[in-house]
């Protein structure tokens, strides 16, 4: 910059909520893609949203005109916006672009959610949270140029209600980074081989945005705080030198907020202080301060704004706020000039946990949602600038919660924590493979089995049968035979399609982890704890805030009706321990491992009593294991022990001859294949349809030899796929994996999908089963 860098705001947040405090864009975009609204009304609705967010976060405390308030809204995900921004569009959605190259939201929605033929942007998980982003798709020829003009547009807007927003754009290293290598690129390519072609094109964004009127910048780059990174670690710190050397050298930009949430920067820390950015943020949650830094580095960081991020952006509980400020205030011997933010986006977090009228009282008091860690941040601010006896009284009263939460009944109870004590090896692990699978030849199935991964669509009559009797208009004897009548028609629906084993698609349940969190003891659900998890699907995250029991049964009663309406295997359905702690806000007073543990003890009696009730087939998903291995290598193997190692109690139970299933999804698995492996499940379903079966080379490789069914049908696209699709993927799979251990099924769940898309894809699915099935006569298919 020519001139000198604008004061950085002295409190600040990384990122808001985005999808309504009511999931009000949740429900104009679906109404956008159902027709019942045109663009310009949900624009309209956009607009309104993102003005009362604007409002919002200024009356908790942010300020209005200091660039404190950052510009975080999405239609449906950041990592795409940036890819649009930057004109990174697929060529196969090329005809979706004007002559000046700029996509519609209809042509945006497309390449989300795909169309016909053309498949969308794979998606997976971002770093080890329960958002989904999509991968983008960077090849040699890929034609960068700058589409800025909904980041101008919303920019504009701000100023014209009288607030200077802060800009915020996935940073160009990570986009990088996460991309993914274009088809028909070379073998040895790798997106972050066209950095040096796309800075420039950030480099006109970020002129753009001075001539607007921007004074600062974010650039998101957690990238950098990530060891999982496919690329060399050297690559990775070079490649920030080159991209931040280069835009701070811009003669006209806004000064350049580099975040990285997630974890340390680590050796990232050095280069990205030796660039000429003017603030870099911290984040000291799950990060810590470097113990020891070379003199250019502590002389590059004295000059620049420190974001101190110290209010948990990825949990909901208030915390200890006094610690908090002692991490600020240590932040000062490194740097003059620091803020204090959150550690992440609040994106992971609900709006405001003043709206939850059905929590406990007591458990309130623990908690800060979105809202609240606005207001927790406001008050670090105040201290930075008054003094820490000016917020004395903030300090004492988050101190006196946390006591009060650790003594709290509940919390710790004996007869849980002896029952872990007196755990052994033995109850950790089943009779081998091979013994199994002769015992389970009594299920007769034949080679390619077809089935589903559990749930079926959630239809509205399903809704507002659950709605009525929360609501006290039904009962619960007549909510039972509703569901009876659901599972029976899902039931024979799948005899007539011709599906091997079954499931009784799981009407009765809200959601794979609420529905137990309901039936457990030591957790709490709230009525508008709503986050996203990619576009406009949201979850409600259920509380773990003390020792988890199971009081009863949980599944017994509808696995064994739905087992008594066919003769053919019915699946019981139980969601893991690992998914289980991933998809809820978990207690940070205890190791995670010691939590699953717990949880899995409850499952573990649950799969006794399906066994019992004549339950033969048992599925215990784990979407969310790779989700939450750490992104610091030398944290994996811990967690890799407790994380398989409670999936194994949860299942080490089991007879021989019942088939433990699991199922994982929306993940890079090669980096857990050998994890996935040790979870000894008889048989592990897999998401692979959306990235076109890559995972099977993982499997080859690996010398992964148990059942295994990678997913050929992507059910978080309303496409249907087409028989030769389906039969082209399961051709792959079948040369790859042998016949008598290869399985057929959807990605995932179907309980966002329609019927009729549903039963005209489980039919091409069967269809082109029966096809391959009749091609395999070669002893390399066969698979004997």
């Known amino acids: 910059m020519t001139t000198p860098a604008p004061a950085f705001p002295i409190a600040t947040i990384l990122g808001y909520p985005r999808i309504g405090r009511r999931r009000e864009l949740k429900r104009a975009v679906e109404s956008f893609w159902a027709g019942s609204i045109t663009a310009a009304e949900l624009e309209q609705a956009a607009a309104e949203l993102r003005a009362a967010t604007r409002e919002r976060l200024a009356s908790l405390g942010l300020g209005r005109t200091d660039s404190a308030i950052p510009e975080t809204f999405s239609f449906y995900d950041q990592v795409l916006d940036a890819a649009v921004a930057v004109g990174a569009v697929p060529e196969r959605f090329a005809a979706l672009v004007d002559e000046q190259g700029e996509l519609d939201l ?72 996460l991309a993914k290598a274009a088809d028909g690129a070379p073998s040895d390519f790798q997106p972050i081989d066209r950095l040096a072609d796309l800075v420039p094109v950030y480099a006109a964004l970020l002129e753009r945005l001075a001539e607007a009127g921007a004074e600062w910048v974010q650039l998101d780059e957690p990238a950098l705080v ?85 209010v948990d952006g990825h949990n909901i509980w208030r915390g200890d706020l006094a610690a908090a400020f002692d991490r600020v205030e240590a932040v000062q011997h490194l740097s003059p000039s620091v803020a ?42 105040c201290g930075l600038t008054e003094g820490r006896a000016s917020i004395e009284g903030e300090l004492a009263a988050a101190s006196a919660a946390l006591a009060d939460r650790d003594g709290a009944p509940g919390v710790r109870v004996p007869a849980v924590r002896e029952r872990l004590a007196g755990l052994t090896a033995r109850d950790f692990d089943r009779v081998s493979y091979d013994e199994r699978v002769a015992a389970q030849a009594a299920l007769g199935l034949p080679e390619l089995p077809t089935t589903t991964i559990g749930s079926f669509p959630q239809t509205g009559e399903i809704r507002r049968a ?16 509703l569901m009876r009548e659901e599972i029976e028609r899902v039931v024979r629906l799948q005899e007539d399609l011709g599906l091997d084993v079954l499931v009784h698609g799981e009407p009765e349940r809200n959601d794979m982890v609420q529905y137990f969190a309901e039936l457990l003891d030591g957790f709490a659900v709230t009525k508008h704890g709503w986050v996203q998890s990619y576009g406009s699907r949201c979850t409600r995250p259920s509380i773990l805030w003390g020792d988890v029991s199971r009081p009863a049964p949980m599944t017994v009663e509808w696995s064994s009706y739905a087992q008594s309406l066919t003769e053919q295997p019915m699946k019981g359905m139980l969601t893991g321990p690992v998914t289980i702690l991933a998809w809820s806000f978990v207690r940070d007073d ?70 433990v299933h699991t199922h994982l999804c929306y993940s890079e698995f090669g980096v857990v294949i050998d994890a996935i ?96 099935r009749a091609g395999l006569t070669s002893p390399a298919l066969a698979g004997s």
């Open 590 to 659: 205890q190791p995670l491992g010691d939590t699953a543990r717990q949880v899995a003890l409850a499952l573990r009696d649950e799969i006794s009593d399906l066994e019992g009730a004549g339950i033969r087939v048992i599925q215990v998903d784990e979407p969310a294991l790779r989700e939450l291995l750490p992104l610091k290598l030398a944290d994996q193997p811990a967690y890799l022990d407790w994380s398989v190692g409670s999936f194994r109690l949860a299942t080490g139970g089991a007879v021989p001859e019942t088939q």
């Open 466 to 481: 659950r709605a009525r009797l929360v609501g006290g208009s039904l009962t619960s004897e007549e909510y039972t035979a």
């Open 226 to 310: 990530s060891e999982s990174i496919d690329v060399p670690r050297d690559r990775v710190l070079e490649s920030v030198a080159a991209a931040y050397d280069a835009l701070g050298a811009l003669e006209r930009r806004p000064a350049i907020f580099v975040a990285a949430p997630y974890g340390s920067l680590d050796d990232a820390l050095p280069a990205l202080a030796a660039t000429p950015v003017e603030a870099i943020g911290l984040d000291l949650v799950r990060g810590a301060l470097p113990e020891v830094l070379d003199p250019a580095t502590a002389e590059s960081l004295a000059a620049k704004t420190l974001v101190a991020g110290v």
């Open 106 to 177: 209809a042509g945006y929605f497309t390449i989300a959610r795909g169309v016909g033929d053309d498949a969308p942007l794979e998606m997976t998980k971002w770093f080890d949270s329960n958002y989904h982003y999509l991968v983008p798709e960077i090849g040699p020829e890929t034609a960068f140029s700058l589409h800025a003009e909904r980041i101008l547009a919303e920019f504009a807007e701000a100023k014209a209600a009288g607030f200077v927003t802060r800009p915020v754009i996935v940073g160009p290293v990570t986009f990088l980074l």
């Open 677 to 772: 492996k040790n979870l000894d499940a008889d048989v592990t379903s897999i998401e692979a349809a959306r990235s076109r079966m890559e995972v099977v080379d993982d499997l080859e490789t690996s010398g992964f030899d148990h059942g295994i069914g990678p997913g050929v049908y992507d059910i978080h696209s309303p496409r249907v796929p087409s028989v030769d699709e389906v039969q082209a993927l399961l051709e792959r799979a079948a040369g790859a994996i042998p016949a008598a251990r290869l399985w057929v099924n959807p990605d995932c769940g179907l309980k966002t999908r329609g019927y009729d898309e549903t039963v005209e894809s489980l039919r091409h699915i069967v269809e082109a089963t029966r096809a391959v």
């Open 340 to 381: 204090v933010s959150t550690s992440t986006s609040l994106l992971h977090v609900p709006h405001d946990v003043d709206d939850e009228d059905v929590l406990d009282a007591r458990l309130v008091t623990w908690l800060a949602f979105a809202d609240q860690k606005v207001g927790q941040v406001a008050v670090l601010g």
